[in-house]
């Protein structure tokens, strides 16, 4: 086996090792008391508000995933930037105008997300029913009732 190779495989020992002895020597060593204040969920310390199995807007899991996508551009400018330092005078020209091309990119799918307001948490305003509320006798049924009703009064 190669030297490297085992001191990976002793360092996930050794991690596996940990995690074991902290998990079960907490369980082994730790309080057994139970109160009601100890059985509730845990919620900063208030009183657990609604259903925990309630639907979240279609928006957190867009907005989770545009942190996503522009959170790897991150992960390409520090690989690019090491071997850039060292590069010939082209190799850097190069990689210079493709990483602009790249950002150029970023910029632009930024703002065609803020354009669609894909990360305006503000909900619109609902439009009331007319079946019901109080908006139901004031629509007339056809317009020429309206002009009519008017012209009279």
């Known amino acids: 086996m190669d030297p490297g190779y085992f001191a990976i495989l002793l360092l996930f020992a ?6 074991f002895v902290m998990v079960f020597g907490s369980y082994l060593l730790g309080p057994k008391k139970r109160t009601p204040y100890k059985e509730s969920p845990f919620e900063c310390g208030v ?15 867009l907005v ?25 005078p082209a190799f850097q020209r190069f990689t210079l105008i493709e990483v602009g091309v790249f950002f150029l990119m970023l910029v632009a799918g930024y703002v065609y997300v803020i354009k669609k307001n894909a990360i ?13 509320s109080a908006l139901e006798g004031s629509v007339p049924s056809e317009p020429n009732d309206r002009g009519a009703k008017e012209k009279v009064a």
Do not use: S
Request: net charge negative.
């Open 14 to 19: 050794i991690g596996a090792a940990v995690c």
């Open 47 to 61: 009183e657990p508000v609604g259903d925990t199995h309630e639907r979240f807007p279609i928006k957190f899991f």
């Open 64 to 88: 989770a995933i545009l942190f996503i996508i522009f959170d790897i551009e991150g992960i390409f400018l520090y690989p690019w930037y090491t071997v850039f330092k060292h590069g010939t």
């Open 120 to 132: 305006d948490f503000e909900e619109p305003m609902a439009k009331p029913e007319l079946e019901g």
